[in-house]
């Protein structure tokens, strides 16, 4: 399953529609498809409380979210620019997401940018690769800038630039194809008793004994 997140929690975002056209596409394809809209996620799930790394230490309604992330093959990002970076909302979602060693490795991710500017979330995006890198997960290279979202986005989330519904498609298509080949090394890291080790040698060997 492809997971497409809508990185903000605003709701009727552009960002959201641009993600609900992004599911369209997919399935197009013949994949299955799902939505992970931030605006969804209950009101009281965004505290600082639940930072913990344990999926029992969040509240339940959290847990459809969680396990949305830990169930889809790859996940593509589509993300504004709220004061030249990440929207809050994900970069918390991210952080609150639990079994951080594991949950994000080797998983393959792409990324849509959407801003009113020039710069379509340029800055966003290359904020989320270093988090996503960080995490260990595998970038697929060819991002998609959304700039003028306002005159590029219908009020019903048609895309109005043949331009840019054109790169969104060309985009998942590839995607999917890097998605698949990439399988077999996620089942490499899913063998691991713990990928994160993998920067430090010393404590990745003793736990091989």
Known sequence: MILVIAGTNRSNSTSGKVARRVVEIYRELNRDCQLLDLADVPQHCWSSEYYSDELNAKP????????????????????????GGIPGALKLFIDLLPNRDTNLVARPVCFIGVAAGEWGGLRPIEQLETVFLYRKAFLFPERVFIRACEDVVSPNGEILDPRIARRLRNQAERFLRFADHLLPLRDLFDSLPNPAALEHPSIFAEESL
């Open 60 to 83: 339940l309604e959290f847990h459809p979210f969680v396990c949305a992330v830990e169930e889809a093959k790859a996940l593509v990002i589509v993300s504004p620019e709220y004061n």
